[in-house]
């Protein structure tokens, strides 16, 4: 458990060097670069093999039996998010700049009705299990095409928003609509990623001749 912990802290750490970098882009407003450049927190998380909850999600349709594999789920969200929100706090403090961009980025977010940011979560969700599988299958450079894609598109990845709750705190931060928040694009990105892995699933039996099913 020790390790996966660990690994965990560590993915936390990448996310919110890639949300910092991304905010003080978007105060200096240059925010198209800093989409592309928080592709590097994921790159290193691929390379090294740590643990980010939005890249392990999405294969609980291939394991949702696996009780292990639930456990390190859980224990990769709680440990992500604990890391992510102190250390935006911390640099929320430290850096300005970045601070001024989270602010108005979350003050938006917590605007937002709650089916949206369910929507968005959905589809960051998806986005990143392209990004890891696309790397797991040989396509290193998948991930450069959709982590910028979701970060463009405003979709809401629940790891590197904690980071910005963090970086934003406020007495918004304590309220029930921001507990909302949270829980709902966590879901929202669970439910994303295994949207892709269940539909491409081959369902066939095995020892049945495939040509049946050509119509």
């Known amino acids: 458990m020790w390790k996966n912990i660990k690994l965990s802290i560590l993915s936390g750490i990448l996310i919110s060097i890639g949300g910092s970098v991304y905010m003080a882009s978007t105060t200096a407003g240059i925010s198209w670069l800093g989409a592309i450049l928080f592709t590097g927190g994921l790159y290193a998380i691929c390379i090294y093999g740590f643990n980010l ?3 392990k999600v999405g294969y ?24 992510t929100f102190v250390l935006g706090v911390l640099i929320g403090k430290l850096f300005p700049a970045v601070r001024q961009a989270a602010l108005k980025s979350y003050e938006a977010k917590l605007a937002a009705p ?12 998806m986005l990143m299990f392209l990004a890891v ?52 694009v966590i879901l929202g990105n669970g439910i994303g990623g295994v949207i892709i892995p269940l539909l491409k699933k081959d369902r066939k039996p095995k020892d049945e001749d495939p040509s049946k099913y050509i119509i």
């Open 53 to 55: 909850y939005t890249g």
């Open 60 to 83: 609980l349709a291939e394991k949702y039996n696996d009780g292990s594999y639930w456990g390190l789920v859980g224990i990769t969200l709680i440990f992500n998010i604990l890391t």
């Open 114 to 125: 709650y089916w949206k940011d369910l929507v968005s979560g959905i589809f960051c969700g």
């Open 133 to 184: 599988d696309t790397w797991k299958e040989g396509h290193k450079l998948g991930m450069f095409f959709y982590v910028p894609i979701f970060i463009i598109a405003g979709f809401d990845h629940s790891i590197a928003n904690s980071f910005y709750n963090g970086a934003a705190l406020s007495d918004a931060t304590w309220t029930l609509n921001n507990l909302y928040l949270i829980l709902i």
